[in-house]
């Protein structure tokens, strides 16, 4: 009787949730050293938290009415019964450690930047996932205009560092708590005569949260908001001159922008300056960096009434826009190419001897032909190559083949690291 043959199934990665392969993640380590030199020399300290954090974090800080708490949360229940929230954003996570452990008696002004996946349960598209990568920044601790024009200046010099120009920015001002309520007033009365032009959604939470019906995209909800009040025709004194002088310092520091009194955040803790860098490379996803100011928001989550700044970039968005400029991976400086077994012995040697002294080795594993062996060093860039045979062991000497000019030196073996470090520099 035949054995019935057994069907094995590949498992593939969960929609939405990408794995980043070789020659590809060298682009995305660029991204992250980029960030980490350009945010250190403005005084900013790395700091990383789970990734799990208490679902109440999050229905407290971004908001139980945004569409993130409503639709978006990868939220679950641990065998205690508590509920779990893999984290959808950065500032909250960071804004509780924070609280947690202290830091504003370290320092009264906090400088944190992380980096790391987030999670949202949305439809992927271009630039989007629901495991998708930021990297952030976060200031507590400081009122005064200067540091939103700063944060504002590192942003633009992150820009600059990992060469994307094609990006420009919008800042706008959303109020407060004293002058916000009144705006959001004017808004849901203009939006209530023409709730016939908004789509269903909007139709639902424009007076919940009126704000983002100005951020909608549906064409006609675009058509319907076209004459809105404006939020900065509502700012009280203190917001319109916290303002203008964010605009001051940006002027100062020559770094262009434009102001769109329709940008808003999707998230409750905004206040007072709020800006995205935008691109015409991504279609309907424009934006590649936002934030803002939440000056309330370490209070609400049990902190120290301090004002915070801050701005997250997405890192998928920044590799599209990186596209042909994609970083290579790292070639090796040598590769040993070992002809039969003794010589395939002392060929791993020296390259552990070589890649402890920092040089970048590899050789051949297969016992492949010494043409086949070329055509390895070839295909992954290498600088030399060293062939090593019978011969090359008994007389402790080996020809060390320049791959760009295809010049050839002889080397001792036994002085091999030395003269590989003085040829590479």
């Not at 009434?305 to 701005?311: D, E, V």
């Not at 290498?382 to 011969?391: F, Q």
Request: charged content about 20%; hydrophobic content about 40%; aromatic content about 8%.
């Amino acid at each position: 009787m035949m054995k019935e043959k057994v069907r094995i199934v590949s498992i593939t990665a969960i929609k939405g949730m990408n794995d980043i392969l070789p020659g590809e993640v060298e682009t995305w380590q660029f991204l992250e050293q980029s960030a980490r030199e350009v945010f250190s020399l403005y005084g900013f300290s790395e700091i990383r938290t789970p990734i799990p954090e208490k679902t109440e974090l999050f229905c407290r800080s971004i908001g139980e009415t945004t569409d993130i708490v409503e639709k978006e949360m990868y939220t679950f229940s641990d065998k205690s019964e508590n509920s779990l929230t893999l984290r959808p954003e950065g500032t909250a996570p960071v804004m509780r450690a924070f609280i947690q452990n202290r830091l504003n008696n370290l320092d009264p002004v906090s400088k944190l930047y992380y980096m790391g996946p987030m999670f949202r349960y949305e439809r992927p598209q271009k630039g989007r996932y629901r495991q998708f990568h930021q990297l952030g920044v976060e200031v507590v601790g400081v009122e005064d205009a200067k540091i939103d024009a700063q944060v504002l200046a590192m942003l633009h010099q992150y820009f600059v560092r990992i060469g994307i120009t094609s990006v420009s920015l919008q800042v706008n001002s959303l109020g407060c708590p004293q002058c916000r309520p009144g705006y959001r007033q004017a808004l849901i009365t203009y939006l209530e005569t023409r709730l016939d032009m908004l789509c269903g959604e909007c139709q639902r939470r424009y007076q919940t949260n009126p704000l983002r019906v100005l951020d909608c995209k549906v064409p006609g909800c675009q058509t319907a908001t076209a004459d809105a009040p404006s939020v900065l025709d509502h700012l009280c004194p203190s917001c319109h001159d916290h303002f203008g002088q964010v605009k001051k310092y940006l002027q100062a520091l020559e770094i262009p922008f434009v102001v769109n009194a329709r940008m808003v955040r999707g998230l409750d803790y905004y206040v007072r300056t709020t800006f995205e860098l935008v691109t015409d490379q991504l279609g309907s996803q424009n934006a590649v960096a936002a934030g803002g100011r939440y000056d309330g928001l370490v209070e609400s989550l049990g902190g120290p009434a301090l004002p915070g700044i801050g701005f997250a970039v997405g890192l998928e968005r920044l590799v599209l826009m990186k596209g042909d400029q994609q970083v290579a991976p790292a070639a090796p400086q040598l590769f040993i190419a070992a002809m039969g077994q003794e010589a395939s012995e002392q060929a791993f040697v020296l390259m552990s001897q070589l890649q402890a002294a920092g040089v970048r080795t590899e050789m051949d594993y297969l016992g492949k032909s010494l043409k086949a062996q070329m055509r390895r060093a070839n295909k992954l860039n290498a600088e030399y190559t060293l062939i090593l045979g019978e011969e090359e062991l008994q007389s402790g000497q080996a020809q060390l083949k320049n791959m760009s000019d295809s010049s050839q030196t002889t080397v001792m073996l036994e002085s091999l690291v030395a003269t590989l470090l003085e040829k590479l520099g």
